[in-house]
């Protein structure tokens, strides 16, 4: 990739609605962006490998569960503190972003709120440092957008659970030390189990030939009659809740992350206009050029107003699943939308590895499915207005 020379918008100063500690953490995540991963994520997206050296620095930036309390080895920050690390990552690169919006709001997250003071003492210190990899087990082979309907289960023996069942599309579950895994016990509620590696009949093969992603690892959980230690259930909330929960933490991470992405595609698309030039003059002297790069600052703008409301509802404790699943789905497809139009201006050099383009664009198409997808946030964002859920559509409700 070409030298990282990212200049990141700020069309409405909204800078000054930034505290310094905030504007400091910032600036240390995109230095450490620009001379560690920047020089390197090309080349492993190419290679389709996730770039494990960088765990260590992720950890020490604050990647590695930004808002969890200084007693449990987190940093201890805010929500908006938690949102412009993730934007800073998911400038460099979604699949960056996704490892560190996993370990810290779909593994630390629930260790930490429905976990015990001995859970949370025994795997959050080591999460926080990265010395162990966590992941995340919702979906299943055939219950993507309707978890509810999960069939991996677990069965009281007495002195331990036996699990089985099999989770798919599940990030670094290849690389993961330990899961937080979702499954019903007889009676079908869900609970929320730790499953370590190395526990016998548990394995956790990769998923190939990924088109986007790629500098992220992917894969399956399978459980055949895995013994789990009754000691290993999160014993403080179950229910579908307690996952989608976890997901409105995670999906606020993205709202943020996704600015992240799309600054990159419009500064890197705003640079290049101004320097290529055709017909004897800088393509950005066209008003079809230009009408692309207003309509990109103008949505950008209007996500970074948006999630930073929605980060100050999240520090009073006043933002809804609803209000974060608008941002998540917003903030997505802007970015899908301004990858697409910053790859256009970029011609011909816009697929290639020189740019980051063609990886936002290809990254973003994962992320628009991932925590959701563009379709059932719509769903949610309808049921929220109308009372009346869409979801099932089998007319019981009327
Ligand atoms: P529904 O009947 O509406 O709700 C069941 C219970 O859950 C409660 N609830 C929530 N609680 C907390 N946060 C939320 N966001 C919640 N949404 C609902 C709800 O109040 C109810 O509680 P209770 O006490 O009444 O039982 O459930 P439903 O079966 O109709 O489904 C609703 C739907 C479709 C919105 C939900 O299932 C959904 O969000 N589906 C999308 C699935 C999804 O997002 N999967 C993500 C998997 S993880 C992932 O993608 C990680 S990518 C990681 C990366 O690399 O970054
Ligand atoms: P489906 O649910 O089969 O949906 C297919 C299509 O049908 C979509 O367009 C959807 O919008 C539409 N649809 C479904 N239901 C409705 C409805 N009621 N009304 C209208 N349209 C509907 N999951 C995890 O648990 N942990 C992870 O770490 C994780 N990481 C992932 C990483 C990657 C790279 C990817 C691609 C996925 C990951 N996922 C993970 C899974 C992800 O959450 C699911 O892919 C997502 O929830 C959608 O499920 P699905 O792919 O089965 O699609």
């Given at each position: 990739m070409a030298e990282d020379r990212f200049q990141a918008p700020d069309y409405y100063n909204l800078?000054?609605?930034?505290?310094e500690e905030h504007k400091l953490i910032r600036e240390t995540v995109r230095a450490w962006v620009k001379k560690e991963v920047s020089p390197i994520i090309e080349e492993y997206a190419q290679k389709a490998q996730f770039p494990k050296q960088i765990i260590a620095g992720l950890a020490e930036v604050g990647g590695f569960g930004p808002y969890i309390p200084t007693e449990y080895g987190g940093p201890g920050l805010d929500q908006i503190s938690y949102g412009l690390i993730m934007q800073e990552l998911e400038r460099c690169d979604s699949g960056v972003r996704s490892t560190s919006s996993v370990q810290s709001s779909l593994v630390m997250y629930p260790i930490w709120k429905y976990g015990n003071e001995e859970q949370r003492k025994k795997y959050l210190p080591k999460l926080a440092t990265g010395e162990f990899i966590g992941c995340f087990g919702l979906t299943e082979p055939d219950h993507?957008?309707?978890?509810?309907?999960?069939?991996t289960n677990f069965k009281d023996m007495g002195d331990h659970y036996l699990l089985n069942g099999a989770k798919m599309w599940i990030t670094n579950a290849p690389i993961a030390d330990i899961a937080v895994v979702w499954a019903k016990n007889e009676q079908g509620r869900i609970h929320g189990l730790i499953v370590e590696r190395g526990m016998e009949g548990f394995t956790t093969p990769e998923t190939h030939d990924k088109w986007s992603l790629r500098a992220s690892v992917t894969g399956e959980l399978v459980f055949d009659n895995v013994k789990v230690p009754k000691a290993n259930l999160l014993p403080n909330k179950s229910g579908l809740g307690a996952p989608l929960g976890c997901l409105d933490s995670a999906r606020y991470g993205i709202a943020w992350g996704a600015i992240g992405a799309a600054m990159d595609c419009y500064d890197s698309a705003l640079r290049y206009s101004k320097e290529r030039k055709q017909f004897g003059v800088p393509i950005a002297s066209f008003q079809l050029t230009q009408k692309k790069l207003a309509e990109m600052i103008t949505e950008i703008t209007k996500a970074q107003l948006l999630t930073w409301r929605l980060g100050v509802l999240r520090n009073e404790g006043k933002a809804t699943s609803a209000q974060i699943s608008m941002a998540k789905r917003n903030n997505v497809d802007m970015a899908l939308k301004i990858a697409r139009e910053a790859r256009q201006i970029h011609g011909a050099m816009g697929i290639t590895g020189e740019y980051s383009i063609m990886r936002h664009m290809a990254n973003l198409e994962s992320v628009v499915t991932y925590e959701g997808t563009h379709d059932i946030h719509l769903l949610i964002t309808g049921m929220d207005v109308t009372g009346l859920s869409a979801f099932k559509n089998d007319g019981t409700q009327f």
């Open positions: 800078d000054e609605l930034l505290t993507g957008s309707n978890p509810g309907g999960m069939i």
